[in-house]
């Protein structure tokens, strides 16, 4: 009944733009933080980005500090990613996951429910 669903991945040319959708059902949105991680093959899965349920604050990775921008709104139960710049290096899996956090953190185990991915391809 929990679920957590990924959406808006796709191929993109590096310096190109994306934006991540993470819907949620079964569970409302704004009790929780989410978080979005990625994992690139052969590597292990690494936080990118979290938002908090309380004020909204965010979090972001050094690594994509400056190019990710995460939002929420409440009112769809949904978590948006919008990343510009796009890097080869970003090519991943995109997960995102929810946890009954009140500030955000980038630590998987703090997060009980997660998504089945959405694929992020950067290439020319």
């Known amino acids: 009944q929990l679920q957590l669903v990924e959406s808006g991945g796709g191929l993109v040319q590096p310096g190109g733009s994306l934006r991540l959708s993470c819907a949620a059902s079964?569970?409302?949105?704004?009790?929780?933080?989410i978080g979005w991680f990625r994992q690139a093959p052969g590597k292990e899965r690494e936080g990118v980005s979290c938002i908090s349920s309380s004020d909204g604050s965010t979090f972001y990775a050094d690594s994509v500090k400056g190019r990710f921008t995460i939002s929420r709104d409440n009112a769809k139960n949904t978590v948006y990613l919008q990343i510009k710049s796009l890097k080869p290096e970003d090519t991943a899996v995109y997960y995102c996951a929810g946890g009954p956090l009140r500030l955000c953190v980038l630590y998987e185990y703090e997060y009980d429910y997660w998504g089945q991915g959405t694929q992020v391809t950067v290439s020319s």
């Open positions: 079964g569970f409302t949105l704004d009790n929780y933080a």
